[in-house]
């Protein structure tokens, strides 16, 4: 991971979750609760909190969530944690966002005459 300097919403964050376990994860609420006391979002909504965290996992930090009544956010501590969020949330995701491109991609090639490139690492 490259050392990156951090935003304060971002140190934040991190410090809210670096004791919090997969048995015990922080709700979104909760968090979203701390960080407005700090005055880093808004009362609204915690959309910039979720950016904050789509941020931090995009520099490497190991954020997981669970959902449910009894889920939240918390860091993974072992390889068994960090998959298993992995495959709930992510590969689930790209599984279902891949079939639901290759179908649409079959649509426009009856309706456009010509087949779609797949292109999915030009992003």
Same mark, same amino acid.
């Given at each position: /991971?490259? %050392?990156? %300097?951090?935003?304060?919403? &971002?140190?934040? %964050?991190?410090? =809210?979750?670096?004791? #919090? #376990?997969? &048995?015990?994860?922080?709700? #979104? &609420? $909760? ?10 979002? *808004? ?5 910039? /909190?979720?950016? *904050? %965290?789509?941020?931090?996992?995009? =520099?490497?930090?190991? @954020?997981?969530?669970?959902? *449910?009544? $009894? ?12 998959? $298993? +969020?992995?495959? #709930? ?14 179908? /649409? ?5 009856? =309706? +456009? *005459?010509?087949? @779609?490139?797949?292109?999915? +690492?030009?992003?």
């Amino acid at each position: /991971m490259d %050392i990156q %300097i951090l935003t304060e919403l &971002e140190y934040h %964050i991190l410090e =809210q979750l670096e004791n #919090r #376990r997969y &048995e015990y994860p922080l709700s #979104r &609420e $909760d968090l979203a609760g701390r960080l407005r006391w700090r005055g880093l979002i *808004g009362r609204k909504d915690d959309r910039t /909190m979720r950016s *904050g %965290i789509e941020s931090l996992r995009k =520099q490497g930090y190991l @954020i997981c969530h669970r959902k *449910g009544k $009894d889920g939240g956010y918390y860091l993974a501590k072992s390889k068994a944690e960090y998959e $298993d +969020f992995r495959v #709930r949330e992510y590969k689930s995701r790209i599984v279902s966002l891949a079939a639901t491109l290759r179908e /649409m991609d079959k649509s426009a090639e009856v =309706q +456009f *005459g010509e087949a @779609i490139q797949l292109d999915l +690492f030009r992003i």
